[in-house]
């Protein structure tokens, strides 16, 4: 291959259309940009706006090549809304698979697009199920983008292989999970995912069972995790199950130095104004506040909401609460002159910029893998308070293993709408925080997420596992380029 065939090499990214699968896509793209390839990412009319603020940000520099397609949705075949073109918007589970037969629809415009830009490669979220078969059609390699842990693809696996929950007398018994693990590892049948369990909707379980179909088809798969995090199930996920794979996160880190994007300009725009946020942040005190975002898409309700605020007024330490707007009235669940000590963004939050700043000391997280990932990455202890997804299963991996972390108290997984989760008392929430921010228990864990922040940078830096993942990845593409 000569050198100027090398310098055009294109790789066209696919996401899943939710802001946990956007967001991780957006950053691959400019991770792969970096090494001289020029990215594509495609997607949708309306989530076009997601990706575009990033990319012009970029577009001064002439060493990035970033660029976006667009693809139009089939909401109307599919049964959907105009304009409900993400899964952020959905508000049952009719609409969810609604949802995903549009993304089987787009099967067709895709194949369109690869036949006029023939790309060299394909990097496709785990959800795109078909991307793997298109991919093959015209002679490039897709590789399967896993947005989660390396951790909770094991105990996926061994779930489904052992079925160790079958036998309880009910669902609150513990057990634990078998094969040849690091560490041991409980859980309750209420804490898992349907599909674990072989059960819920019968469209979710043929999705999951193409999905690890196409995955297992792939040339391999790229994972949003560094090996020094969870080497031992990098390690199973390789030797016992048996997949090719990359871990080159954490992304962020790669532009760290001098580029201020990962705090202003990831995701959707931040509801509140980024300078106002710090500067509220610097008139408090080393690892004084406690930073609470339970998700963009978790269902949280007005009484349980009420609780956590409870509960911060009698912890006494100043907080940041996260809010998604889903509804038009939060008077009654905000306890009078509550706000005169925190900082309550009602929207989107700049989460990188907080978390990393010297006064953060906690944070209380639904657990989605991006957001543990950005605890990691700032050092930053959690209070964990799963939903649902595998979201109980990073649980497991933060206060058990890592060690990181102190479970709040949740105990049930719930779908993403049509349920709200067991409420959570104030004393509970009260106890979680407390332990996480005050005492001996709470310097340890300290100390541990801030040993972890080290070893995520250095996964990045020349000649640590991270980088040398990703230049060995871009070396083999390459290589196989026709």
């Known amino acids: 291959m000569t050198s100027s065939e090398e310098d055009h090499f294109r790789i066209f990214f696919l996401p899943f259309m939710a802001p946990g699968h956007m967001i991780p896509t957006m950053d691959m793209a400019r991770l792969f940009a970096t090494r001289g390839i020029k990215s594509t990412i495609v997607t949708t009319p309306a989530n076009t706006a997601f990706f575009t603020e990033t990319i012009q940000l970029h577009s001064p520099n002439p060493g990035l090549e970033i660029d976006l397609l667009t693809m139009q949705f089939p909401y109307e075949a599919a049964g959907l809304p105009e304009g409900c073109e993400n899964a952020d918007s959905l508000n049952s589970p009719e609409m969810f698979y609604r949802f995903f037969k549009a993304i089987d629809l787009l099967q067709h415009p895709f194949e369109n697009l690869l036949e006029k830009f023939q790309p060299d490669c394909l990097i496709a ?20 983008f896993h947005g989660s842990s390396y951790f909770s693809q094991c105990i996926t696996n061994n779930l489904l292989r052992y079925e160790p929950y079958k036998n309880l007398s009910s669902d609150s018994d ?40 196409a995955t297992r088809a792939s040339y391999g798969v790229i994972m949003n995790s560094f090996y020094e995090l969870e080497s031992g199930y990098a390690d ?51 690892d004084s506040v406690l930073y609470v975002c339970l998700g963009s898409m978790s269902n949280v309700s007005d009484d349980q909401l009420h609780e956590i ?20 009235d939060t008077k009654e669940w905000v306890p009078q002159g509550f706000e005169t000590r925190g900082l309550i963004i009602r ?94 228990e709470a310097q340890d ?38």
């Open 347 to 440: 929207g989107w939050a700049p989460q990188p910029m907080i978390l990393n700043h010297r006064g953060v000391g906690g944070f209380v997280t639904h657990c989605g893998w991006n957001s543990i990932l950005e605890g990691v990455v700032a050092g930053v202890p959690m209070v964990t308070w799963p939903h649902h997804a595998e979201q109980f299963y990073n649980e497991k991996l933060v206060t058990n293993v890592l060690k990181i972390g102190i479970q709040v108290g949740a105990t049930k997984w719930v779908p993403r709408v049509g349920e709200h989760d067991i409420l959570i008392s104030n004393k509970q929430i009260l106890n979680a925080m407390s332990r996480l921010l005050i005492g001996e």
């Open 445 to 482: 864990m300290r100390r541990r997420a801030r040993e972890f922040k080290k070893m995520a940078r250095k996964a990045i830096s020349q000649g640590g596992s991270s980088w040398s993942h990703l230049n060995a990845l871009v070396k083999e593409l390459k290589a196989h380029k026709r």
């Open 236 to 286: 199973y996920y390789e030797k016992v199950m048996g997949f090719k794979h990359w871990h080159i996160a954490p992304f962020s880190l790669h532009f760290d130095e001098g580029d201020n994007i990962e705090a202003d300009h990831r995701g959707k725009k931040a509801s509140i104004d980024v300078n106002e946020c710090k500067r509220w942040l610097d008139e408090k005190q080393d």
């Open 125 to 144: 979220d785990h959800f795109v199920h078909w991307a793997n078969s298109v991919a093959g059609k015209f002679g490039i390699p897709c590789l399967i």
């Open 309 to 328: 605020a409870i509960a911060l007024e009698a912890l006494g330490q100043n907080f940041i609460l996260v809010v998604i707007v889903r509804r038009e």
């Open 174 to 213: 513990t057990f634990v999970v078998p094969g040849d693990f690091p560490d041991e590892i409980k859980f309750t049948k209420s804490e898992l995912s349907p599909y674990d369990k072989k059960e819920g909707p019968e469209f979710l379980i043929e999705l999951m069972d193409k999905v690890e179909d």
